[in-house]
C-alpha cells in the first residue's frame, strides 16, 4: 500500500505564494515519476508539473516561470513552489506518483487527497 499526503494549501491573494508539499510512505521499490495535478471547479483533472527519476521537469505552459518543482528523494517528498499566483490557479491540487512497490511489478498511479488553493483577486 502506498500513501501521499499533501500539505501546504490554503487561501492567498493574487500575487502570493505558496509552496505545496507531498510525502510519500507504504510500499515503495521505485519512482519513475512524481508531480503535481490540479482540477479546478467544473473542469478535468490537469497537469501542472512532474519530475521524473532521471531529473526531467515538465510543466504546464499556464505555470511555466512561476511553479517549480522539486524532490527529496532521500525523504520521499515532491514540492511545488508556487510564486506569482492568479485566481486562475485556484484549483485542488493532487499530488501523484508514479512507482513501482517491487522488483517486476508494474509501474503504478498513486494519487493523494488533494489539498485545495484559493487565489483571491
Known amino acids: 500500500q502506498v500513501q501521499l499526503v499533501e500539505s501546504g494549501g490554503g487561501p492567498v491573494q493574487a500575487g502570493g505564494s505558496l509552496r505545496l508539499s507531498c510525502a510519500a510512505s507504504g510500499s515503495i521499490f521505485r519512482f519513475n515519476a512524481m508531480g503535481w495535478y490540479r482540477q479546478a471547479p467544473g473542469k478535468q483533472r490537469e497537469l501542472v508539473a512532474d519530475?521524473?527519476?532521471?531529473?526531467?521537469?515538465n510543466y504546464a505552459d499556464s505555470v511555466k516561470g512561476r511553479f517549480t518543482i522539486s524532490r527529496d528523494n532521500a525523504k520521499r517528498t515532491v514540492s511545488l513552489q508556487m510564486n506569482s499566483l492568479k485566481p486562475e490557479d485556484t484549483a485542488v491540487y493532487y499530488c501523484?506518483?508514479?512507482?513501482?512497490?517491487?522488483?517486476?511489478?508494474?509501474?503504478?498511479?498513486?494519487w493523494g487527497k488533494g489539498t485545495t488553493v484559493t487565489v483571491s483577486s
Open positions: 501523484n506518483a508514479h512507482l513501482w512497490t517491487s522488483p517486476g511489478s508494474p509501474v503504478m498511479d498513486y
Open positions: 519530475l521524473t527519476s532521471g531529473g526531467s521537469t
